[in-house]
């Protein structure tokens, strides 16, 4: 005959190596079932016990034998099913087990929070025909069945509640993973979505719901209401002590209330972000392929059609005629000596222009023999010569003075010409010929707008020499 | 006795100095956002200009009339911005809008398919890095599509345009965010996506 241990030894050696049972628990778990398997006990025992010494290995074996777990009432009844026999352990056994690993906990669910506050109520009830006296066994048997409920019902809720706190870092977990595999995003979040739905829904709400003292039940009271009435019948026969008892079971409930509620609140958000997330990432992909399908008709053999077609403006109608604007030209009309000053030296050079033999471009006719660009270099031969002789006042903007003096006089006048004879004008101001004026290239750049084009050009100052007056002399 | 007194009219009300400044802006072809990033100190505070705006629309309303423009407030009510009466430049406008819509719906799509919320592209310490910058531009697709909008030299371009109207904030090299008016693009796409789907 094999050895047998009892039940105490039995439980020693099997919380001594507590990963057997748990690794069966987890697979009890995971097929749903209300049973362990005997096939696969002996798996787990014999892939656990494989590295341990010989006298471990027979102690173990022998503890782990159905045999042993039934006579030591580990195991509770042993069915046979398809020529496995399925141990159905002692539920305290496995509630140790439990107790031991938070990822073991059985998330309590809407039913079997429901079965508990039935009884508790029909408890409630047998208390108003109860005759609560204390030689009368069946009442003393119903006050002890009612703590013992409450108390059992508050470990289960509680030890759930822990796990339940461990859920923020599975969500990140999770999330992280979805991250990181953007091929699989999509079917990814929507399992996850599922998956944490199904939790919050099933498990989460329901005791949130349990524990909250302010809901209003179809079928019945609540599980404060209930306690409330038990405890005032307790009172009223001046059984105080078991109604401070209640009482600080009702208090315990209470505080059960918040950290569910967190809880709840953080899946919730969860949920929603997930949710959110995969709705922006459909909206993302429902108007880019608009796009994609406007930039496939550019491809077409149309040589045409290279701009994208703007159907995305006309239907979001998003930001639509924002534009820059021109601002207002602004007239600098002063009224100082210097303005004036400058006005008459304005004049007079213009006038001093006139005055000038211009002998200007080439007859229309004439040009259109040479090409464009030759013509557009002759302009500017010209222009340059010409400039030469003309008389120069300091300025702010070289450009914009010759362009406005310009601009009146020569026909067929082009912006263009002036800035090429403006780059020769300022190597011969490098070289010092006219060496009263200083011309300074800035960093700035202007707008000038010219036949209905616009010409950006780096402006140019001109400024005066300060000079003796002895040397004075005009620069040409 | 009443003293007889110079009617009040809504100019008197208002600071010149920042409607000038407000007018700077919008024909810069930016847009005024609720509010605004100040990049020195990394925050976000409320743009004074908007809050301006916002109390004072009537006479920006009447102000922005008489000089031809039309002040529009997004229907997201996160920014402002003008545009010209009449159809005259309708033409480079749209080309403005929908330059500002490819390059956010772009990014938008990037960051999706990445498996990022589009809330990230508004945070200041997360937005569009140098390394998603890369990614872009790498991308086979999105160079292409740019150039058809109109930006040559790829998603810098394209971010800096954003950035110069006021869609995003570039808060160092190459890196960059989207502000307010930029996300409500993205949000209104979401919603209208959403809607058409209820439907």
Redesign the interface.
Known sequence: MSKRFNTLETMRILLNHPQVMLDCIQNMDDRKERYIRESALIISVRRYIAPLEQDTQRRLKAVFKTENLFQSQVVADIEKKNGDKLLLFQDEVLNIFRLCNASLQQDITDTKLRSRLDSLRSVANRLEAASFLMSDPDFTELRDDLLEQLSSLLGLVRKNVSAMQNWSSKLEDLSAQSSKSPEYFLSFRQELFEKVSLIYERHIKPTWTFVNPNLRLAEGLNLFAVLNECKQRFETYGFHDIADQIFRFSMSFTNIYKPVTAVSKEVERFLRKSRKGMLESNTMEHFYQQLRTDYGQTLSHDLRKTRLERSLVKETGFAVGLKQQARPKNYRFGDSIAYTDNLFTEIELRLGDMSKNLNWLPEVGQSAAGSLAKQSLQRAEKLYLWMNEMELRPTQDLIAMLHYRLLDFLPHYQFSDLLTASIRLSHEFAGHNRNTMNLVNTNKHVRIAFEEQSYVYRRRRLEAVEIEPTEKQSWN | MELAQSRLDSFDEIDAKMSALIYRD????K?ITKRAYDTLRSEYKDNPQYTLLFNHQNHFNKLYQHIG??L?L?ESGEFY????VGDE??D???????K???VL??L??Y????????ELLTLPDIGIDEADMTALNEDP?YP??LR???FKNGIQEALDFITS?C?AYKTGNKRYFLSD?GN???L???S???KNNLE
Not at chain 2, 26 to 29: P, T
Not at chain 2, 93 to 98: I, T, V
Not at chain 2, 111 to 118: A, E, K, M, V, W
Request: hydrophobic share 45%; glycine share 8%; no cysteine.
């Open positions: 919008f024909v810069q072809g847009v423009s039309e529009v997004d911005y003008i545009r010209e430049g309708a480079e406008a749209d080309e403005n809008a929908f500002i819509q490819v719906l772009i938008g799509r960051f999706s398919r990445s498996g990022r919320d589009l697709e292409d599509i058809a909008a109109r109207r869609f008016a409500a693009f993205l209104r796409l979401v209208a996506y959403e």
